[in-house]
Each structure stands twice: as structure tokens, then as C-alpha cells.
């Protein structure tokens, strides 16, 4: 219900928006939704490294510099903008990116819609973000990436009797190339295509795991593991970069 929720909303309140110098955003605004309410979508773009200062924090996701500190491939939500911004030149595949807007598409109705009855810590909403990506996976694979999935327990089983509390599950490069990892992900057309895929092939497969050897306290575990190994940075790093340049 969750996936649908998040559907609805980002359908009923999204708005196109393009960046401006130091966070400004122009938006086209609809006329069933009222500014305050909207979501604002911002595709950064390459020709927004002409129109963005070069030190404005956005220009990371204008160029994709591969020196950039932001984890590039990845869209981000910042609640003081009512923003997901999604980087130029992001050429991953359209359900990659469909996982990654309703990923941050929880976040943002999680700080606009649930504000102060949202999960915490903030853990807790970015455990929740990923389990939802792993449910919409294991919905579209069927049971060949269940079936799939189980073929994988016992590396994860070992992998995980073996590392202790810093238990972070990496799928054998020997399995990254499986084949039906094309069709029940995606294509691993190039190495960034193939990392990315193996991804979310581990945060499926551990929550299979668990799942599997815990049950109903399967979610518990996975929170344990996202705490361990999938911090992002900051909700509001772009706003903080912002008011430091301003
Ligand atoms: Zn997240």
C-alpha cells in the first residue's frame, strides 16, 4: 500500500522545476495544486553547469564530474526545497530510475505528508525506502527472483557468519553476470550498469536471508543493516554547502 501511496502523491502533487544559482528553483506550477503543496521534480541537466556558479553544490549534478564528492547515480530529496533533484547525463536504466524516484518519492511524502508522525530516527525512513524498492523487485520478478534469490542463501549465510556486526552482504563477482539477472533487473550493458544492478541484488538478497532465517523480525534485522552500511549523507547537505557560499 506504501508503493501506491507514494504513487498517488508524487502523481497529485509533483511539479517540473529547474535549478537556479545557489538553490533558487523556478517551477512550473499547476493550477490544481497550491506552491506550498507541490513536490518539486528537478532534472539537473548539462547545460545548467553554464547557468549554475561553479561552485554552486548542484554542479556536481550537471556535469557528473567524476571527481564529484556527491554520490553521482544518485537522486536526492531535500525537504527545505520539497525537492528530488536527479543528475544530468544519468543514463541508468528507466527502471532503475523509476526505483530511485519512488526511493526518494518515500522520503519526500514521509517529510511532506506523514511531517511529524514520519518513522524515526532517520534510519528507520531510509530502512523503509530500500524494503520498498525490495518488495516492488521481488513483485516484478515473481518467483524466478525468488527462486533466484534462494540460490544465493548460503553465500549470504556465510558471508554473514563470518563478518560479525560489520556484516555487509557483496555478491561474488563470479554471480554478477547471472542471466537472469537481465530480465528480472536490468541489462548490464556497461560496469556502472552491472554495480548498480549487483546493489540491488544484495539489499534483495539479504532481506531474503532474513526473511527466510528470522520471519516476522525480519525488518528489524534489515534496519540493523542498513544502520551498518547504507548512511547517507545528510537530508539538507545542499542547503548547508548554500548557506556556507552565501
Ligand atoms: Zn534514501
Given at each position: 500500500?506504501?508503493?501506491?501511496?507514494?504513487?498517488?502523491?508524487?502523481?497529485?502533487?509533483?511539479?517540473l522545476?529547474?535549478?537556479?544559482?545557489?538553490?533558487?528553483?523556478?517551477?512550473?506550477?499547476?493550477?490544481?495544486?497550491?506552491?506550498?503543496?507541490?513536490?518539486?521534480?528537478?532534472?539537473?541537466?548539462?547545460?545548467?553547469?553554464?547557468l549554475?556558479?561553479?561552485?554552486?553544490?548542484?554542479q556536481?549534478?550537471?556535469?557528473?564530474?567524476?571527481?564529484?564528492?556527491v554520490p553521482?547515480?544518485?537522486?536526492?530529496?531535500i525537504?527545505?526545497?520539497?525537492?528530488?533533484?536527479?543528475?544530468?547525463?544519468?543514463?541508468?536504466?528507466?527502471?532503475?530510475?523509476?526505483?530511485?524516484?519512488?526511493?526518494?518519492?518515500l522520503?519526500?511524502?514521509?517529510?511532506?505528508?506523514?511531517?511529524?508522525?514520519?518513522?524515526?530516527?532517520?534510519?528507520?525512513?531510509?530502512?523503509?525506502?530500500?524494503?520498498?524498492?525490495?518488495?516492488?523487485?521481488?513483485?516484478?520478478?515473481?518467483?524466478?527472483?525468488?527462486?533466484?534469490?534462494?540460490?544465493?542463501?548460503?553465500e549470504?549465510?556465510?558471508?554473514?557468519?563470518?563478518?560479525g556486526?560489520?556484516?555487509?552482504?557483496?555478491l561474488?563477482?563470479?554471480?554478477q553476470?547471472?542471466?537472469?539477472?537481465?530480465?528480472?533487473?536490468?541489462?548490464?550493458?556497461?560496469?556502472?550498469f552491472?554495480?548498480?544492478?549487483a546493489?540491488?541484488?544484495?539489499?534483495?538478497a539479504?532481506?531474503?536471508?532474513?526473511?527466510?532465517?528470522?520471519?516476522?523480525?525480519?525488518?528489524?534485522?534489515?534496519?540493523?543493516y542498513?544502520r551498518t552500511n547504507?548512511?547517507?549523507?545528510?537530508?539538507?547537505?545542499?542547503?548547508?554547502?548554500?548557506?556556507?557560499?552565501?
Amino acid at each position: 500500500m506504501k508503493k501506491l501511496a507514494v504513487v498517488i502523491f508524487l502523481r497529485e502533487r509533483a511539479v517540473l522545476a529547474v535549478p537556479r544559482p545557489y538553490n533558487g528553483l523556478a517551477c512550473v506550477y499547476r493550477p490544481d495544486v497550491a506552491p506550498t503543496e507541490t513536490v518539486r521534480i528537478v532534472p539537473v541537466i548539462s547545460i545548467d553547469s553554464w547557468l549554475l556558479p561553479h561552485d554552486d553544490y548542484w554542479q556536481n549534478y550537471a556535469t557528473l564530474r567524476p571527481s564529484s564528492k556527491v554520490p553521482v547515480g544518485a537522486a536526492t530529496f531535500i525537504p527545505g526545497d520539497r525537492a528530488i533533484y536527479m543528475p544530468g547525463g544519468w543514463s541508468r536504466p528507466e527502471r532503475q530510475r523509476g526505483l530511485k524516484m519512488l526511493h526518494e518519492g518515500l522520503h519526500a511524502y514521509d517529510r511532506l505528508i506523514r511531517k511529524r508522525h514520519m518513522p524515526k530516527p532517520r534510519w528507520r525512513r531510509e530502512r523503509n525506502a530500500e524494503y520498498l524498492v525490495v518488495r516492488v523487485l521481488r513483485a516484478i520478478g515473481g518467483q524466478a527472483f525468488t527462486d533466484y534469490l534462494d540460490t544465493l542463501i548460503s553465500e549470504v549465510a556465510s558471508q554473514y557468519a563470518s563478518s560479525g556486526e560489520r556484516f555487509c552482504f557483496r555478491l561474488p563477482f563470479s554471480r554478477q553476470d547471472d542471466p537472469p539477472l537481465d530480465h528480472l533487473l536490468w541489462p548490464a550493458l556497461s560496469p556502472a550498469f552491472r554495480r548498480d544492478r549487483a546493489l540491488e541484488v544484495e539489499r534483495c538478497a539479504v532481506a531474503h536471508f532474513y526473511e527466510v532465517r528470522y520471519g516476522a523480525k525480519a525488518l528489524a534485522h534489515y534496519g540493523a543493516y542498513v544502520r551498518t552500511n547504507h548512511w547517507e549523507p545528510d537530508d539538507d547537505v545542499g542547503l548547508t554547502s548554500q548557506s556556507v557560499a552565501a
